[in-house]
C-alpha cells in the first residue's frame, strides 16, 4: 500500500494570503489527485495532477485560486491562493494504486492525512 | 451522472453486534469500482474496502464485508463485531473503471457511526 505524507498538517491563516500543501507518497505515482472537504460535508475532487502535464481540474475549480504543481512521480503541491473563510476546509491528496492493504493485487485508492486550514 | 447515495446521516450499534451501513449509486458504465473509506474525528481518509464491478464474490476485509447486489446498485458495508474504535464517519465511494476522467472518485454524504458501550 501507498504512504501518503501530508505538510502542514494544520494551519491558521489570514484572509488574503496563500498557503502552499505538500504531498509525499513512497513510491511512484502516475496520478495524484487533490479533494477538499468542508466542515460536515463530504469530499469533493479539486483537480487531479499529472506529472509532466497541466492539471485538470474539476467544475467550480480554477487554477488561478488553486494551482498545483507535479514535478516528479512521488510529489505534488496544492496552493490555496488569496484565502477567504469559505476555505477553511480539509484538504487531502491521494494517489491510486493496484496493491491493497495487504500487499495483495487490489484496486484502491490511498489518501493522505489531510491539512486543516483555518481561515479567519 | 454518476451519484452515491447513503441515506444514513447517523447509526447507533451496540458494542460486539454488527451493523449494515447503506449504500446505493448510479452510474451508466458497466465497469466501476466502489470503495468504503472510515474518517475518524482526526480527519484522515482509512480504505476499508473495494469491490469491482465484476467481481463475482462479494469483498471481505476482516471485520468488513461489502453486501454488492448489482441489480439493486446497492453496495452495502457490513461491520461484524462493532468494536468502540469503529465510531466514526464512513463514506461510499465510487469510481468509473474507464471514464476519461481517470481514477476521480465520486462520494456520498457519509454516514456518523456511534458505538455505545
Known amino acids: 500500500s501507498a504512504v501518503i505524507s501530508q505538510k502542514p498538517s494544520r494551519d491558521i491563516c489570514q484572509r488574503g494570503t496563500s498557503l502552499t500543501i505538500q504531498c509525499q507518497v513512497d513510491?511512484?505515482?502516475?496520478?495524484m489527485f487533490w479533494y477538499r472537504q468542508q466542515p460536515g460535508q463530504s469530499l469533493t475532487l479539486i483537480a487531479t495532477?499529472?506529472?509532466?502535464?497541466?492539471?485538470?481540474?474539476e467544475s467550480g475549480f480554477v487554477i488561478d485560486k488553486f494551482p498545483i504543481s507535479r514535478p516528479n512521480l512521488t510529489f505534488s503541491t496544492l496552493t490555496v491562493s488569496n484565502m477567504s473563510p469559505e476555505d477553511s476546509s480539509i484538504y487531502l491528496c491521494?494517489?491510486?494504486?493496484?496493491?491493497?492493504?495487504?500487499?495483495?493485487?487490489?484496486?484502491?485508492?490511498?489518501f493522505g492525512p489531510g491539512t486543516r486550514l483555518l481561515v479567519l | 451522472a454518476q451519484k452515491i447515495t447513503q441515506t444514513q446521516p447517523g447509526m447507533f450499534v451496540q458494542e460486539k453486534e454488527a451493523v449494515t451501513l447503506d449504500c446505493t449509486y448510479d452510474?451508466?458504465?458497466?465497469?466501476?469500482?466502489l470503495f468504503w473509506y472510515k474518517q475518524p474525528s482526526s480527519g484522515e481518509m482509512i480504505f476499508l474496502i473495494y469491490?469491482?464491478?465484476?467481481?463475482?464474490q462479494n469483498a471481505t476485509e476482516g471485520r468488513y464485508s461489502l453486501n454488492f447486489q448489482k441489480a439493486r446498485k446497492s453496495a452495502n458495508l457490513v461491520i461484524s463485531a462493532s468494536q468502540l474504535g469503529d465510531s466514526a464517519m464512513y463514506f461510499c465511494?465510487?469510481?468509473?473503471?474507464?471514464?476519461?476522467?481517470?481514477?476521480?472518485?465520486?462520494f456520498g454524504q457519509g454516514t456518523e457511526l456511534s458505538v455505545k458501550p
Open positions: 491521494s494517489v491510486e494504486s493496484q496493491w491493497g492493504p495487504s500487499g495483495g493485487y487490489q484496486e484502491t485508492q490511498y
Open positions: 513510491s511512484q505515482v502516475t496520478m
Open positions: 495532477a499529472n506529472q509532466g502535464s497541466e492539471a485538470t481540474y
Open positions: 452510474t451508466s458504465d458497466q465497469s466501476y469500482g
Open positions: 469491490q469491482g464491478s465484476y467481481d463475482e
Open positions: 465511494a465510487m469510481r468509473e473503471v474507464w471514464s476519461n476522467q481517470g481514477g476521480k472518485l465520486i
